[in-house]
């Protein structure tokens, strides 16, 4: 059973930045992608960034140059940096996980105000 536990999570002014942290507790990098979902009130969820097993990366359009993802192997953790945030990045930010199955952490919240 692999557990995906999310923080970092918070309020923030617009132009801010914020990085959260995904714990996983497999091994991230026997994983074959790991990512960061979003989902705000009223819209279905949405990828922000994932990263490969073998390092790659692809992110939304509307966060490239701004949000980058990235994963520590020795300490099983999948990080997001989000800079220069908008107050529509505004979600519940879901961590990610595939490998046979499916995983779901249960969302921070991150809140950009104007």
């Known amino acids: 059973q692999v557990q995906l536990v999310e923080s970092g999570g918070g309020l923030v002014q617009a132009g801010g930045s914020l990085r959260l942290s995904c714990a996983a507790s497999?091994?991230?990098?026997?994983?074959?992608?790991m990512g960061w979902y979003r989902q705000a009130p009223g819209k279905q969820r949405e990828l922000v960034a994932v990263?490969?097993?073998?390092?790659?990366?692809n992110y939304a359009d509307s966060v490239k140059g701004r949000f980058t993802i990235s994963r520590d192997n020795a300490k099983n953790m999948v990080y997001l940096q989000m800079n220069s945030l908008k107050p529509e990045d505004t979600a519940v930010y879901y961590c990610?996980?595939?490998?046979?199955?499916?995983?779901w952490g249960r969302g921070t919240q991150v809140t950009v105000s104007s």
């Open positions: 990263i490969r097993r073998g390092g790659s990366t």
């Open positions: 497999g091994r991230v990098f026997s994983f074959n992608a």
């Open positions: 990610n996980a595939e490998k046979v199955l499916v995983y």
